[in-house]
């Protein structure tokens, strides 16, 4: 099988099953906080791990239909303007692939760096700006209120993504080998 394929079969299993872990995991792992509507997610440092990974497209349809489905499921209808915002999250984390280079094994303060460079820059961009002006562009919902889940919504996911990504990713590095740490026996 050439390598193109193969890596597109492994990028659609792996966009099939870290849709239905985001599932999960928003479901079951969520911490309500005093904003309605809004919770600490958990589910975005595994979406960093994913999206870190299988790269930018992976992060991008994890991160949409995951949520979309994480919605339908709890709620009965997507909130697309937050599953949108997902999508960015993972997309934007996503690109960081290149720069870090896990599949090395090399996860240490220069990678842990980048990724965290990332990731605040995708959290930022998908809750104080994409998810409210898409509230407000699709649901007419009140600035105020929405640019307040936002900001909620962007810190606490930072901050998890912060310390629980940066822990899966570098716990993941660990399980590969190093290049040129193998030698031949003479």
Request: net charge positive; charged share 15%; aromatic share 10%.
């Amino acid at each position: 099988m050439n390598k193109s394929k193969e890596m597109t079969i492994k990028t659609i299993v792996a966009i099939g099953i870290g849709a239905a872990v985001f599932i999960i995991l928003a479901r079951f792992a969520s911490i309500p906080t005093f904003i309605p509507n809004t919770e600490i997610e958990i589910v975005y440092a595994f979406l960093a791990l994913m999206s870190v990974i299988f790269g930018p497209i992976a992060g991008l349809a994890i991160g949409l239909i995951g949520h979309s489905l994480k919605d339908l499921i709890a709620y009965g209808m997507p909130w697309f303007s937050w599953a949108i915002a997902s999508g960015v999250v993972g997309l934007v984390i996503g690109l960081a692939k290149s720069k870090i280079n896990i599949e090395e094994g090399n996860f240490g303060k220069k990678q842990i760096l980048i990724f965290n460079i990332y990731q605040i820059i995708a959290n930022a961009a998908a809750w104080f700006v994409v998810a409210p002006l898409l509230d407000i562009i699709i649901y007419s919902e009140p600035a105020k209120k929405v640019f307040i889940q936002g900001a909620i919504a962007g810190i606490s996911n930072i901050l998890c993504v912060a310390v629980l990504g940066t822990i899966l990713l570098a716990g993941y590095a660990k399980t590969k080998v190093k290049s040129g740490s193998l030698s031949k026996e003479d």
